[in-house]
């Protein structure tokens, strides 16, 4: 069993900069990739961006690429998402996910963007961003 918690979100002006955190519960989290995702009201839940186990490769939508960078620490369990440049279009709530595959058994943009490879969320943090 995995646990995701979501930390970071908050209120910010556009332009305003903001960084979450989602710590992970169990010993095999270095294994895995990791997701983030968000959702606005009335939406559905969208691709933001992704990491492979090491670090060592990141996607992210066209929608924030370029503001947003996507880190980990796997000593610590952790994954991180910070945005730069916020626009009023940011606002959602912002989930964590578990890549369900092991690493290596798949690879590039196409294997992250939806949420089905995905096996364990966190609870969501709210970005909401002031004009």
């Known amino acids: 069993q995995v646990q995701l918690v979501e930390s970071g979100g908050g209120l910010v002006q556009a332009g305003g900069s903001l960084r979450l955190s989602c710590a992970a519960s169990?010993?095999?989290?270095?294994?895995?990739?990791m997701g983030w995702f968000r959702q606005a009201p009335g939406k559905e839940r969208e691709f933001v961006g992704a990491i492979t186990w090491s670090g060592g490769i990141t996607y992210y939508a066209d929608s924030v690429k370029g503001r947003f960078t996507i880190s980990r620490d796997n000593a610590k369990n952790t994954v991180y998402l910070q945005m730069n440049s916020l626009k009023p279009e940011d606002t959602a709530v912002y989930y964590c996910a578990k890549d369900a595959r092991p690493a290596h058994s798949c690879s590039g943009y196409g294997c992250y963007e939806d949420v089905g490879p995905y096996d364990y969320w966190g609870q969501g943090t709210q970005v909401t961003v002031s004009s």
């Open positions: 169990g010993r095999t989290f270095s294994l895995y990739a």
